[in-house]
Antibody, heavy 121, light 110 residues
Framework: QVRLEESGGGVVQPGMSLRLSCAGS????????MHWVRQAPGKGLESVAL????????YYAASVKGRFAISRDNTANTVSLEMNSLRPEDTAVYYC??????????????WGQGTLVTVSS | QSVLTQAPSVSGTPGQRVIISCSGS????????VNWYQQFPGTAPKVLIH???YRPSGVPDRFSGSKSGTSASLAISGLQSEDEADYYC???????????FGGGTKVTVL
């Protein structure tokens, strides 16, 4: 069955960097777009970034554009999120999610368990 | 401020029918399909409805979705205590060229 497992979360100081990874199994990674969605404590869901099946299209929320970078390795079935210049408002649980299609406009049928990122001095 | 607008909360008694609304614009709901997610505290969201009105296998048929113009709705018929959760609408936005979520609606079973 499809499984997604995030790793790399933790506590960092403002201005520092962190790299999240998402390992997928049970599906052919190269066929699907992948998303990072975050949820700040007590808040709703926010789409942070997405990458198309072949890496040709990337989307970033305005709040993270220029600071975060999404990438994928289809041979290793992994998606990563490089987060730079972190701010306290980036504190959230970060979920990796698999799109139902390759472009990124489909439903997110599978999610990881999430990894907590805390930005605090 | 979310691109898609949802009421923060709705409530109902067991057996009642409740409707959660999601309002958008021509660049998102008006031209793309809508998905709905259910989330319990401390857990990852789960897709409840996709492509406006399709239920994945395993989702009870008391959940149904619809879309009209720039708005979408999720109906829960025969509300049960286990339906108490947060519900989010989501779609693609052609102007942003990315996915957008509603702010979420908390359903309380009285």
């Amino acid at each position: 069955q499809v499984r997604l497992e995030e790793s790399g979360g933790g506590v960092v100081q403002p201005g520092m960097s962190l790299r999240l990874s998402c390992a997928g199994s049970g599906f052919t990674s190269s066929s699907y777009a992948m998303h990072w969605v975050r949820q700040a404590p007590g808040k709703g869901l926010e789409s942070v970034a997405l990458i198309s099946w072949d890496g040709s299209y990337e989307y970033y929320a305005a709040s993270v554009k220029g600071r975060f970078a999404i990438s994928r390795d289809n041979t290793a079935n992994t998606v990563s999120l490089e987060m730079n210049s972190l701010r306290p408002e980036d504190t959230a649980v970060y979920y990796c999610a698999k799109d139902s299609g390759g472009s990124g406009s489909g439903a997110l049928h599978f999610w990881g368990q999430g990894t907590l990122v805390t930005v605090s001095s | 401020q979310s691109v898609l607008t949802q009421a923060p909360s709705v409530s109902g008694t067991p057996g009642q029918r409740v409707i959660i609304s999601c309002s958008g614009s021509n660049s998102n709901i008006g031209t793309n399909t809508v998905n709905w997610y259910q989330q319990f505290p401390g857990t990852a969201p789960k897709v409840l409805i996709h492509a406006n009105n399709y239920r994945p296998s395993g989702v009870p048929d008391r959940f149904s979705g619809s879309k009209s113009g720039t708005s979408a709705s999720l109906a829960i018929s025969g509300l049960q205590s286990e339906d108490e959760a947060d519900y989010y609408c989501a779609t693609w936005d052609d102007s942003l060229r990315g996915p957008v979520f509603g702010g979420g609606t908390k359903v309380t079973v009285l």
